[in-house]
């Protein structure tokens, strides 16, 4: 796919589109578009979840974690929590 080209008969095509709605629904899905690029989703997150990852994170780097074997070997005392 020469995307180029692609860009090139999409221009071309939008140059000719009259129709209000259709323009208005273009410009709507390109700043989607930009908007879903520049998301991060730390800045989606709640206050709450984010403390309890920067917790998390602070329990790690002091060395209390929890290794996947323990974890799995009794899920219902996890899942309980």
């Not at 090139?8 to 221009?11: D, K, R």
């Not at 990852?53 to 602070?58: D, L, N, P, T, V």
């Given at each position: 796919m020469n995307i180029q080209a692609e860009i090139?008969?999409?221009?071309s095509e939008l140059a000719k589109v009259t129709d209000k709605e259709l323009?208005?629904?273009f410009k709507?899905?390109?700043k989607y578009r930009a908007k879903q690029e520049?998301?991060?989703w730390w800045d989606e997150i709640s206050k709450a979840e984010k403390a309890e990852?920067?917790?998390?994170?602070?329990q790690a780097d002091r060395?209390?974690?929890i290794n996947h074997e323990?974890?799995?070997s009794n899920p219902k005392k996890w899942?309980?929590?």
């Open positions: 090139s008969w999409i221009q323009i208005m629904a709507s899905l390109l520049k998301a991060d990852i920067e917790e998390g994170i602070k060395g209390e974690l323990e974890v799995m899942l309980s929590k």
